[in-house]
Nanobody, 122 residues
Framework: QVQLVESGGGLVQPGESLKLSCAAS????????MGWFRQAPGKQREMVAT????????NYGPSVKGRFTISRDNAKSTVYLQMNSLEAEDTAVYYC???????????????WGQGTQVTVSS
């Protein structure tokens, strides 16, 4: 069973940047595909970004493409989400997801972390 712990959330102003981290334990990190999802109040959870086990394939949600970058460090069992040019609409709880297949992580299946709050407000 994979355990995931997100960190790095906080309160920032529009236009600023933030970097989230998700540390994994309890599995072979380099074999798992990883993703970031978010859920705003009253809205469904949506895919933000995904990355394959070797880091060679990434996908982004349309609202964050060009502003966010997902990366991973298999030696540290950690996946990151660099968020630039943040907007108020990015305010949400951000969750890390880990799955054994890339299709599963794209669909948000697999293990979840507890989430980290990101608030973008002036």
């Amino acid at each position: 069973q994979v355990q995931l712990v997100e960190s790095g959330g906080g309160l920032v102003q529009p236009g600023e940047s933030l970097k989230l981290s998700c540390a994994a334990s309890g599995g072979i990190f380099s074999r798992n595909h990883m993703g970031w999802f978010r859920q705003a109040p009253g809205k469904q959870r949506e895919m933000v970004a995904t990355i394959s086990a070797a880091g060679l394939t990434t996908n982004y949600g349309p609202s964050v493409k060009g502003r966010f970058t997902i990366s991973r460090d298999n030696a540290k069992s950690t996946v990151y989400l660099q968020m630039n040019s943040l907007e108020a609409e990015d305010t949400a709880v951000y969750y890390c997801n880990s799955a054994p297949t890339y299709n599963d992580v794209l669909r948000g299946l697999g293990s979840w972390g507890q989430g980290t709050q990101v608030t973008v407000s002036s």
